[in-house]
């Protein structure tokens, strides 16, 4: 830990992924299964980095367990950092994928739904999938990564950065 200079005192993030799985026209939803903090809200798949992954395996990792996909090819297109207390934030990986098939599998982590993108405004989803969606939509391979920042007084702040 020394040689990393970790502070404890200093903010610190929960990594975690959001994984945006297209079919044509329509996105890949799910409505986790007795989540409080959902409120009953459809999201894209995803979840928390475990100990020991990087944020691809996660992603791959969450894609099996919640609707059985395994042969998706993910691109990473951004980060959001979103501030949840004074010291604590979360580290949100986006990822990007097309799937040949609509064939998912079901699981005990929520329903799925293939929802079309134009339609989305219709269904009950977490706030800022409304405007996160369209962005990931639109965005292909060689693109600016989507940054943005989130703060729990609900200003968001999103944009596009350009690496190297």
């Known amino acids: 830990m020394e040689e990393q200079n970790l502070d404890r005192a200093r903010y610190k993030v929960i990594p975690r992924t959001l994984i945006f799985i297209f079919h044509e026209d329509e996105v890949l939803l799910i409505n986790k299964i ?16 475990e100990n020991g992954e990087d944020i691809i395996s996660s992603a791959q990792r969450e894609l099996l ?3 059985g996909l395994s042969a998706v090819e993910l ?12 010291d604590l934030g979360i580290a949100l990986h986006l990822f990007k994928g097309e799937a040949i098939t609509k064939t998912i599998t079901a699981s005990n982590e929520g329903s799925l739904a293939w929802v079309k993108v134009d339609d989305i405004k219709l269904y009950p989803v977490k706030r800022d ?34 690496t190297g």
């Open 34 to 49: 007795g989540s409080n903090i959902w409120d009953g809200k459809s999201n894209v798949l995803g979840g928390h980095i």
């Open 75 to 86: 691109n990473y297109c951004g980060n959001i950092m979103i501030t949840a207390e004074k």
């Open 65 to 67: 367990e919640e609707a």
């Open 129 to 162: 999938l409304y405007e996160l969606l369209p962005l990931v939509k639109e965005w292909t391979v060689g693109d600016l990564l989507i940054i943005g920042k989130y703060k729990k007084s609900g200003d968001k702040e999103l944009h596009r950065y350009k």
